[in-house]
Every structure is written in C-alpha cells, then in structure tokens.
C-alpha cells in the first residue's frame, strides 16, 4: 500500500515561495508517476502539475513558469517549487500517486488516474 505524506505548507505574501514535499512509502518512487493537485473553498480540485515517467513532467497553464516539480528517488521524495504565488494558489495541495506509467501531459493533469492520495497541505498567500 503506498502511503503519501505532505508537507511544507504555509502563510506566504504574494510573490513569495514555498516548497512543499510528499514523502513516499510503501513503493519505491521510480515506480511510480506522481501528481500534484489543489482545492479551494468552494471550488473543485484542479490539478497542479505531475512528474511521470523518466523526466515527464506536465503543467497546468496557471503554474507554467511558476512552479517546478522534481523527484528525488534517493529519498522518495517529490517537490513542488512555488515561486511568484499569488492569493489565487491558495489551496490545499495534495500530492497523488499511481503505478501506471502516465506519457501524455493530459492523463499527467488527470485526477483520475492516479489511485493514491496524500492528506494534503494548506497554502495560503495573502495580497
């Protein structure tokens, strides 16, 4: 059974970063695409962006430029990078993980491909 953990968010002002991490067990993280996805009140889950197979990895448009994703299999470990936030990336951000190998940058930003789920961690960015 895989196992996610978030972790690494927090209250930042507009402009400043965050680098949350998802801790991984139970499966070794090259065998495994992940994914990262966010909730706000009131709103539906949207997905962030993923890193699959070798060095996939895909964006949502709203992130592209600001948020970079990385894995670090030594540690099992993914990353998001958040640089620039804005009030608009305030969220829960949950990490998410299959053993399906994702190629395509569409099933990559597809919640439903992915069968595990971390608890997820707030992220609020004051204007």
């Known amino acids: 059974q895989v196992q996610l953990a978030e972790s690494g968010g927090g209250l930042v002002q507009a402009g400043g970063s965050l680098r949350l991490s998802c801790v991984v067990s139970?499966?070794?993280?090259?065998?495994?695409?992940m994914g990262w996805f966010r909730q706000a009140p009131g709103k539906e889950r949207e997905s962030v962006g993923g890193?699959?197979?070798?060095?996939?990895?895909a964006y949502a448009e709203s992130v592209k430029g600001r948020f970079t994703i990385s894995r670090d299999n030594a540690k099992n470990t993914v990353y998001l990078q958040m640089n620039s936030l804005k009030p608009e990336d305030t969220a829960v951000y949950y990490c998410?993980?299959?053993?399906?190998?994702?190629?395509?940058?569409?099933?990559?930003?597809?919640?439903?491909?992915?069968?595990?789920w971390g608890q997820g961690t707030q992220v609020t960015v004051s204007s």
């Open positions: 998410a993980a299959t053993s399906r190998t994702l190629l395509a940058s569409r099933a990559i930003l597809q919640a439903t491909e992915y069968d595990y």
């Open positions: 890193a699959a197979w070798q060095s996939i990895t």
């Open positions: 139970g499966r070794t993280l090259s065998n495994l695409s």
